[in-house]
Structures are given as C-alpha cells and as structure tokens.
C-alpha cells in the first residue's frame, strides 16, 4: 500500500492486487456494498493519521480505478463535486497509445463518458474535447496518470476547433478505447 499525496486537497492511495483482495474479498469494490464503504473510511483514516491529510472542505470524495498492475489507485479528494468554470475539458497527448489508455481507464472509471468528446489533432498533439459531466480534478489525476495534459478555457478551445484537424467527430472517447 503506497500513499502520495498529491497536493494539499488530494491523496491517491495505490493497492497491490493482493491487498485488493484480502480488503475487498472476492467481489470488486462497489458503492452499494456496506464493506466498500467500510475499507475506504479506514484507508482514509490511516491517511490522516499517519500523513497528516487535512482537506479544506468536510466533504470528501473518493474515486477508485484499477492500475496497470492488476491493483487499484483510489483517489480522495476534498473538493467535492462542484461546479466547473469552463464548458468543456481538452485533454492533450503526445502518443495515440496514452490518449488510447487514458481513453479505457476514462470509460472504466467514468463511464458517462463512452459516447462522448470530439478529437482533434492539434500543433503535433492529440486533443480530446470533453464535455463537463464530472468535477476539473477527477478529469486532471486521469489524464496526469497517462502523461497527458488537462486544458480548460474558451480560448484553447476555439483555438483548438479553428486550427487542429478534426479526426473524430463524436463519440471520440469510446472509439479510442476501443485501439
């Protein structure tokens, strides 16, 4: 079990897929099991505890996605899910093969997401306009996990539409998961 706090608000806590196992048991993690439940407010506790995480906001918020290794990285974040001062996300990748990966774990982790988002190609890059469906930070910790790059703001969205070359139209997301 490895703790990295992430900034002052955040904290990832990643899981081997033996620790999955013996806290979790035979079933996967989910929101309607009492022991999910149970585990995360332990691991959230021994994060206080021993890293002396204290969130501005009372509020907590913890998002879990299966890693590379067969493991599973649980983000806890104080920020809640509030609301978002852009109308859309622009995540940037310099390889097809991360734009491709973050793709997966986005459909895995946030599977609103599927039939959704427009990709460009863009000064060299690969971007992929979102919609607002979540909150900035759980779009930010996926792409930084894939060695991309989160853009918000009408201005690099305009400039993004005006000046890259349209690749997917729609339905980017899920057709990229899918390379």
């Known amino acids: 079990m490895t703790y990295l706090p992430i900034d002052k608000d955040r904290i990832k806590i990643s899981l081997t897929r033996s620790e999955v196992a013996r806290l979790f048991g035979e079933s996967s993690p989910s929101g309607r099991d009492p022991k999910t439940g149970y585990v995360l407010r332990s691991l959230l506790k021994k994060a206080v505890r021993d890293m002396g995480y204290r969130p501005k906001r009372r509020e907590i918020v913890a998002r879990a996605v299966k890693n590379r290794r067969g493991g599973m990285d649980i983000f806890f974040s104080g920020q809640g899910k ?23 774990a986005l459909v895995f982790s946030l599977p609103e997401f599927y039939g959704q988002g427009r990709l460009y ?6 971007r992929l306009l979102l ?36 690749i997917l139209p729609e339905k980017a997301v899920g057709l990229t998961a899918k390379l």
């Not at 995540?91 to 990966?101: P, T, W």
């Not at 190609?121 to 690969?126: H, I, L, M, Q, V």
Request: hydrophobic share 35%.
């Open 121 to 126: 190609f863009y000064e060299g890059k690969y």
């Open 82 to 104: 509030g609301s978002t001062k852009t109308n859309c996300f622009i995540l940037e990748f310099s390889a097809i093969g991360n734009l491709a990966d973050a793709a997966r």
């Open 131 to 166: 919609p607002c469906l979540c909150a900035e930070f759980e779009i930010a910790d996926l792409a930084g996990e894939f060695f991309g790059r989160t853009l918000t703001g009408e201005c690099h969205k305009a400039m993004t539409e005006e000046y890259g070359r349209l």
